[in-house]
């Protein structure tokens, strides 16, 4: 007979501005474009309980846990755009959990709860957010993870982009309409005193990078040129 197995699922809300990021479908602990993403974590509470499989989904409730042990926490990964941690927004993540509904029989039931990760503007890959075990729930440590932009690069607060002119651009000047992950459709006119704009060259936008985490400043935006090759008629 197939094993009794619990899921996560997770849902993201709100889209994303600017350019569409690249999405990949993820599996085991991590997130996807869709909307809902159910994840099986029985293996997960086999080793928990020491690589045992048992009934129960993996707890015996005639054990007991010290008083003074440390609760288990379930860590997952958190999938955010650069939209996301640029302005600030929540994420919604529904969980589904097996729950005691009597201690002596062991008898359990299926229950989902909805964690709010309001994300700070300026966080960055690796932040954590932790919740502690409640009602009958295991704590939960959600870790951001950064999605893949379609244009911008991060490196720290700055934003980096790469931009591609023609050689016409390159000797008269250019004229750029940049999507920033905030909202702003950026404007800039290369000036004459950087003409002529060689290949590999840098302009640096001050203050149009990504936000510094506890505000108010910003980074800056780097616009790296590459010149592109004519094609031959």
Request: aromatic share 8%.
């Amino acid at each position: 007979p197939q094993a009794r197995s619990e899921f996560f699922t997770f849902f993201n809300e709100g889209g994303g501005g600017g350019g569409t990021p690249r999405g990949t479908k993820s599996t085991f602990g991590s997130f996807s474009d869709a909307d809902v993403q159910n994840l099986d974590i029985s293996e997960l509470l086999r080793q928990m309980m020491g690589g045992n499989s048992r009934s129960n989904f993996g707890f015996n409730p005639s054990e007991r846990k010290s008083s003074t042990q440390k609760p288990n926490y379930y860590t997952r990964n958190v999938s955010c755009s650069l939209e996301d941690l640029a302005l600030g927004r929540t994420k919604k993540l529904k969980v589904k959990h097996p729950v005691s509904v009597s201690p002596w029989t062991g008898e359990q039931q299926i229950e989902s709860r909805i964690y709010d990760v309001k994300l700070n503007k300026g966080w960055k890959a690796g932040t954590k957010v932790k919740f502690p075990p409640s009602g009958g729930f295991p704590g939960m440590i959600f870790v951001i993870q950064e999605k893949e932009h379609r244009f911008l690069t991060r490196e720290g607060d700055d934003l980096i982009y790469n931009c591609t002119i023609s050689q016409m651009q390159a000797s008269k000047g250019a004229k750029l309409k940049i999507p920033l992950p905030d909202g702003e459709l950026l404007s800039v006119i290369t000036s004459p005193d950087i003409l002529p704009i060689i290949d590999g060259q840098n302009l640096l936008v001050p203050n149009k990078g990504m936000p510094i985490k506890g505000g108010p400043g910003r980074g800056n935006l780097k616009i790296v040129f590459t010149i592109g090759v004519p094609v031959d008629k």
